[in-house]
């Protein structure tokens, strides 16, 4: 059957005149397409790039601090630690390998070190945020991507912002789009009935639009790269949002502003915090976050100057230049390591600086919010895909053209995931020295000709000095955090005072080394499964504070407790000296069933609460667009829109079945011999349904999706009975 482009006219009534329907105001304005060439990574023209309006300075002076005193610490902390194994006057292999992999972490620590203290010292000499602008005269888009997710949410997000940006009297400067890529038709059909909603409440200047991707080809990336060469031309800007993030007006209109003022402007990436979290896990992140973690960015935003990075939202973008610098290529091979690019925002970033533009940070500019996920298993299912577009960054970080902090950039991305297998290899051959020593005897008659046989010896005290010096470095960026917390009134006072702020970061702290053994094992397993070829999916984010079923963290973790009774009991036997050193590890191991529980509890994340701990800011004080987006989403979740059936909706508002088909793109003509399975088991179950009911019982997700997509098979849907027959 070949797809018609209207449903079949309403017969009405004798003696009645049917009304005409109101025209449909389309979803998207007219498009104005935008040239976005595919990208070599293999060659690069500069002459092809922006040129510089003028010439920017470099920080040169923070990149030597904080690489060259990262480096300087890394060959104090290698040159100890081989004199802690070279005590014996000879060193074996093994001690070599143990020397190469604690060389290899404590770089890594030294680098965060390092990026913190300078962060630290530039927060002390913060100053007062810039007035708002009283013009602009750009046009941006504001645009947030949705893959399956609760609209609710997400509307509320846009109403909210939009109220925000409308009262700095700058509002006429900004346009609104929905960009969807859900698979599920039961979410594409309620993000359309809260399209249509709150574009109608909004009256005829709305300026929302909406538009679903019928295949989400190249994901997000993909899904912002349609828009951008399809409607980019008609705007100078585009505000990228993800499905959770919030943004002040304030904040909105400053990055536009921002951008406006710096011709050669390619990104500007604004830091955002988390908020609206309750559980556990979420509390603890928020708390981090906010305490320690503008530390951290503002160090990066300081060396990094404007060679800086892009975390994908939250962050305003040129529109042309990411047009002409940012078609992604397929990579060569097949996935996990070729085919798209995952973690398309780093990649962004590196390539519009390669063409001249800069990328900038704004940590410092408030009124950026997202969420968390609400407990570890979210987390590490999170990680699993973040953690393999960053490996596959490996592919990239040679790119022809690229700047030194843009590979850099990339390097430190990788490393964030290397260091897990990395950490646990070093345990490893810890515990095989151990071994060594107790077990294995000494080769007496070596190459080289000596009195004494070698085997493995320590010098304990170097070896606790070292691991203390290890502990200081690795905290202190925590440590640094807490100290402006303290010193800065206004947040010492709304995170509940002194004593409870300090009170929070040891908590924080304690727990975070209570979790960092299981992320240590999932994080170094997700490696592995990358390195031996296994793809990962995309699934859409858990985002509510619900818990998890105790069946599914017990299969999650069971293989972690194992593993830590195993390590536990085996160094016990060994030496206890070998436990003891070992003790947080396997502690956390042992707890990971009961620890991953508490971590999703909404319970233990509101009786801190209510004792005041792990407390910020934005918890005491919540901003109004957290208020008002909160309240919205309560409102919005009240019409049950999420909740409903895609094909009872359509069945019962004839009006709204008439708006989904007239969004619905033109269907290309099927090639002669090319039968889509989906859509012609949907006509085949539809055409033998004889009601609604037996329709909807019958089709499978896919066949829903494939009649959703099709005119005459909802034309035919709409002329069921709804009942039983």
Not at 633 to 649: C, H, I, Q, S, V
Request: charged share 15%.
């Amino acid at each position: 059957m070949d797809t018609v482009n209207a449903p079949a006219p309403q017969v009405a009534p004798a003696g009645d005149v049917a009304p005409a329907p109101a025209p449909f105001r389309p979803a998207m304005p007219p498009e104005a397409p935008l040239a976005m060439p595919v990208q070599r990574l293999d060659a690069w023209d500069g002459t092809d790039g922006h040129v510089p309006s003028v010439a920017h300075a470099k920080p040169w002076l923070a990149r030597l601090f904080v690489f060259g005193a990262a480096a300087l610490l890394t060959a104090y902390g290698a040159m100890q630690m081989y004199e802690v194994v070279a005590v014996s006057g000879g060193t074996t292999a093994l001690q070599y390998v143990l020397l190469a992999l604690f060389t290899l972490n404590f770089s890594w620590i030294a680098l965060a070190f390092t990026g913190a203290i300078l962060g630290f010292f530039v927060l002390l000499r913060r100053g007062r945020p810039p007035a708002l602008p009283v013009a602009l005269t750009t046009r941006t888009a504001v645009v947030m991507p949705v893959y399956n997710e609760a609209t609710a949410r997400t509307f509320a997000a846009i109403e909210a912002m939009r109220a925000e940006i409308d009262a700095t009297g700058l509002g006429k400067a900004f346009d609104y789009f929905v960009l969807s890529d859900s698979t599920q038709g039961d979410a594409w059909i309620a993000e359309e009935r809260a399209f249509l909603d709150l574009r109608a409440r909004w009256g005829d200047d709305a300026r929302l639009y909406y538009r679903h991707r019928p295949k989400n080809h190249h994901r997000k990336a993909g899904n912002i790269g349609d828009f951008v060469s399809r409607w980019g031309a008609t705007y100078d800007h585009m505000l990228v949002l993800d499905a959770d993030s919030l943004m002040t007006g304030a904040c909105v209109v400053h990055l536009a502003a921002a951008m406006e003022a710096d011709p050669d402007s390619g990104i500007i990436q604004s830091l955002p915090l988390i908020i609206n979290r309750n559980t556990l896990f979420a509390r603890v992140q928020q708390f981090a976050a906010r305490i320690y973690g503008p530390v951290i960015a503002t160090g990066l935003s300081v060396w990094s100057g404007r060679d800086g990075n892009y975390w994908g939202h939250n962050a305003i973008i040129r529109t042309k230049a990411f047009a002409a610098a940012c078609g992604l290529p397929d990579l060569p091979g097949k996935p996990p390591f070729g085919g798209h690019v995952l973690s398309h925002d780093f990649v962004e970033a590196a390539l519009i600086r390669r063409a001249g533009w800069s990328v900038t940070m704004l940590p410092a500019l408030p009124g950026s919010y997202e969420e968390s996920p609400p407990s570890l298993i979210d987390v590490a299912v999170r990680d699993r895909r973040w953690a393999q577009g960053n490996l596959q960054h490996s592919r990239i970080i040679g790119a022809a053209g690229l700047k030194p902090a843009s590979r850099q950039h990339f390097a430190t991305g990788i490393a964030g995931y290397v260091a897990s297998p990395l950490w646990l290899a070093q345990l490893v051959v810890g515990i095989a020295l151990v071994l060594q020593t107790a077990y294995v005897r000494p080769e007496y008659f070596t190459s080289e000709f000596g009195l004494y046989p070698v085997w493995p010896r320590f010098d304990p005290v170097r070896a606790l000095q070292l691991f203390g010096i290890t502990m200081g470095i690795l905290l202190a960026p925590k440590f640094l955090g807490l100290i402006l917390a303290l010193i800065d009134g206004p947040v010492r006072r709304a995170c509940g005072g002194g004593v409870r702020l300090v009170l929070s970061s040891l908590i924080e702290i304690l727990l975070s080394a209570l979790i960092a053994p299981i992320a240590m094992v999932i994080q170094s397993g997700s490696v592995f499964q990358i390195l031996v070829g296994r793809d990962t999916g995309w699934n859409p984010q858990r985002r509510d504070d619900g818990s998890i079923p105790w069946g599914d963290i017990v299969r999650r973790h069971r293989w972690h407790m194992a593993l830590g009774l195993v390590t536990g009991i085996a160094a016990f036997a060994i030496a206890t000296s070998l436990f003891l050193w070992m003790s947080p590890t396997i502690l956390g191991l042992v707890l990971a069933i009961p620890i991953s529980w508490a971590s999703g509890q909404l319970s233990w994340g509101l009786a801190l609460k209510r004792l005041g701990l792990l407390m910020t800011p934005e918890e005491r004080a919540p901003p109004a667009i957290a208020t008002d987006a909160g309240r919205l989403a309560t409102r919005n979740a009240a019409r049950g829109l999420d909740e409903a059936d895609a094909l009872r909706a359509l069945h019962a508002e004839p009006d709204f079945a008439r708006a989904h088909a007239a969004m619905l793109p033109q269907a290309a003509p099927r090639p002669r011999g090319v039968i889509d399975t989906d859509r012609a088991l949907a006509q085949a179950k539809v055409v033998e349904a004889h009601t609604l009911d037996e329709a909807a019982a019958w089709l499978a997700p896919k066949e829903r999706m494939a009649l959703l997509h099709d005119r005459a098979l909802l034309d035919r849907l709409g002329r069921l009975e709804a009942g039983a027959a």
